[in-house]
């Protein structure tokens, strides 16, 4: 199983930004995928989720400003962001979810966001 994060880099505040996390390895359309971002000295935390059925939730902090949407066909899922801010740095990482009876749960190696003027 691999999930691959790209699109990650330096931007200034109020710009926007495009992660993608390519996965290979499992049923991509039955997972639930996430986006976690991991700030120095904080705990990792969850920024957005999109289910199989392409429910959506978002953490507070990012909401109105993050989009996250996924495509089956390219087993790919996308975190828009928009109207970035400096506490926005973080190494964001993709997740892919799925329970049943036996739980399922795999990382990428995450991609750095580092918003800066």
């Known amino acids: 199983v691999q999930l691959v994060e790209s699109g990650g880099g330096l931007v200034q505040p109020g710009g926007s930004l495009r992660l993608s996390c390519a996965a290979s390895?499992?049923?991509?359309?039955?997972?639930?995928m996430a986006w976690y971002r991991q700030a120095p000295g904080n705990q990792r935390e969850l920024v957005a989720g999109?289910?199989?059925?392409?429910?959506?939730n978002y953490s507070d902090s990012v909401k109105g400003r993050f989009t996250i949407s996924r495509d089956n066909a390219k087993n790919t899922v996308y975190l828009q962001m928009n109207s970035l801010k400096p506490e926005d740095t973080a190494v964001y990482y993709c997740?892919?979810?799925?329970?049943?009876?036996?739980?399922?749960?795999?990382w990428g190696q995450g991609t750095q966001v580092t918003v800066s003027s």
């Open positions: 999109v289910t199989r059925d392409g429910s959506t």
């Open positions: 997740n892919a979810d799925f329970s049943l009876g036996s739980k399922y749960d795999y």
């Open positions: 390895g499992i049923r991509f359309s039955i997972y639930t």
